[in-house]
């Protein structure tokens, strides 16, 4: 009988995950701010497809995995006055030049990633009686740490 090929391991994300930010380039969560003020994390990491079809493919298709993308969107209500948390997001979003590092852990395992990135959207929303929202998109920055997965804290 034989033996299954071995795998290699890749993180995963449980559901129970906290947020931390921090200034751009910290490395770990340790000097970095429990994002306890935003909502509704929703994290999306995906590859790009890139068509690589020859003609030894006969008229059929072919694909190869591109760049990595990774979007997290996220609600942050307007809060007076301001945690340290949505001061930084605040900060960065409507700054220009001002990426901020973002770390996401699973809470069982302590296992996720750690980058900087760039705020967009700001698109505000207030629905009946709901407190005012900011709806708020974060991607990898240019001029910053990449995204990389990091275990155990």
């Not at 909502?39 to 890139?50: C, G, K, W, Y």
């Not at 505000?124 to 240019?142: C, G, S």
Request: hydrophobic share 35%.
């Amino acid at each position: 009988m034989s033996t299954p090929p071995t795998q290699d391991t890749y993180g995963t994300m449980g559901f129970e995950a906290a947020m931390y930010v921090g200034p751009r380039g910290s490395e770990s969560p340790a000097g970095m701010v429990l994002a306890d003020s935003v909502r509704n994390v929703s994290l999306e990491s995906t590859f790009t497809e890139v068509d690589v079809t020859l003609r030894r493919h006969k008229g059929m298709k072919a694909y190869q995995k591109g760049l990595q993308d990774m979007t997290i969107t996220f609600t942050l209500p307007t809060i007076k006055p301001r945690t340290a948390d949505a001061a930084l997001i605040f900060n960065a979003m409507r700054n220009r030049r001002s990426p901020i590092a973002i770390c996401i852990l699973d809470e069982e395992d302590g296992e996720g990633f750690i980058g900087d990135f760039e705020l967009f959207g700001g698109t505000n929303n207030q629905e009946d009686d709901d407190i005012q929202n900011w709806e708020i998109t974060a991607r990898p920055a240019a001029s910053g740490k990449p995204p990389k997965w990091i275990s155990g804290t």
